[in-house]
């Protein structure tokens, strides 16, 4: 079994800045892309950014140039660095992995942090 433990949510001002932690732990054999996704209430689920186990990283539009993920391959961990913060990117921060099985490429899904921008 395989979990995901994400930290960091919080409540910050427009403006301010947190960081997200999600550490992977249990039968990992390896690990292929780690990213963040987001849901505001009413609307669907979507990518903020991933980044692949070489490196590789993609971002949202709507979170370029602000945000920045970055990785620990050692630790199994994903880190979200979030600058700038404005209050339309409150919602609940998903981590996911996509994990290599025996059985082909498998995703997993983080519990859930909520971050609040808000004055």
């Known amino acids: 079994q395989v979990q995901l433990v994400e930290s960091g949510g919080g409540l910050v001002q427009p403006g301010g800045s947190l960081r997200l932690s999600c550490a992977a732990s249990?039968?990992?054999?390896?690990?292929?892309?780690m990213g963040w996704y987001r849901q505001a209430p009413g609307k669907q689920r979507d990518l903020v950014a991933a980044?692949?186990?070489?490196?590789?990283?993609n971002y949202a539009d709507s979170v370029k140039g602000r945000f920045t993920i970055s990785r620990n391959n050692a630790k199994n961990t994903v880190y979200l660095q979030m600058n700038s913060l404005k209050p339309e990117d409150t919602a609940v921060y998903y981590c996911?992995?996509?994990?290599?099985?025996?059985?082909?490429?498998?995703?997993?899904w983080g519990q859930g942090t909520q971050v609040t921008v808000s004055s």
């Open positions: 980044i692949t186990s070489g490196g590789r990283s």
């Open positions: 249990g039968s990992i054999f390896s690990i292929n892309a």
């Open positions: 996911h992995a996509e994990l290599a099985t025996m059985l082909g490429p498998y995703d997993y």
